[in-house]
């Protein structure tokens, strides 16, 4: 098990807000990044947004497995 970031955003669209999650990222920065991907992709998707802003952002230290996974063999 290692330590990982994952980033919960609270996103005003139009005049709803919504949660983004990221997934888990072994840097900041790579988390930021997909939470903005997210953004750009909804404001220009196939329902696209008319206004949209980030109005909070929660930084959480998660648990990842994903290195203890790779060790198992499926078969």
């Known amino acids: 098990m290692i330590k990982a970031i994952q980033i919960t955003g609270i996103v005003k669209e139009d005049s709803?807000?919504?949660?983004y999650e990221t997934g888990k990222?072994?840097?900041?920065?790579?988390?930021e990044a997909?939470?903005?991907?997210m953004i750009a992709y909804t404001k220009?998707?196939?329902f696209p947004v008319n206004n949209i802003?980030?109005?909070k952002s929660v930084y959480n230290i998660?648990?990842?497995?994903?290195?203890e996974m790779s060790d198992l063999k499926y078969g």
Not at 16 to 19: A, G, I, L, S, T
Request: no cysteine.
């Open 16 to 19: 709803v807000n919504v949660e």
């Open 44 to 46: 220009s998707g196939p």
């Open 62 to 67: 998660v648990e990842d497995y994903s290195d």
């Open 34 to 37: 997909e939470l903005q991907e």
């Open 25 to 31: 990222h072994d840097s900041i920065s790579s988390a």
């Open 53 to 55: 802003k980030l109005i």
